[in-house]
């Protein structure tokens, strides 16, 4: 029962989260009541597939979140480069 209790509320905050952030880039309502009924759609696909093919498609869309990642962290080298010296030289300062 708590397995269960907890698989639906990850379920349900996960939604929560997306939903937010498609609403903090977007904030057009038709398109966060898509999102809810595709989230939906694709929550009961889950539910109801094999696991072999959940695993499968989860570990897929982890490791598509890699590429926008790296593109920003490529972006932002040069920022994190220059904070971190100016971060050396204070500690050294002190």
């Known amino acids: 029962m708590s397995l269960a209790l907890f698989t639906f509320t990850s379920l349900l ?3 929560y ?13 038709p398109a966060i009541m898509t ?3 595709v ?3 694709v929550a009961f696909y889950g539910a109801t597939t094999t696991l072999d093919f959940v695993w499968n ?3 897929a869309m982890n490791g598509l979140m890699m590429i926008p990642n790296l593109i920003c962290l490529i972006y932002l080298s040069n920022d994190v480069a220059r904070e971190c010296f ?5 500690i050294r300062k002190i």
């Open 13 to 15: 905050g996960w939604e």
């Open 57 to 59: 498609f989860s570990d």
């Open 35 to 37: 999102y809810r009924v």
């Open 17 to 29: 989260y997306g939903e937010r952030a498609l609403e903090y880039l977007i904030s057009a309502r």
């Open 39 to 41: 989230f939906s759609i």
């Open 86 to 90: 100016d971060y050396e030289n204070r």
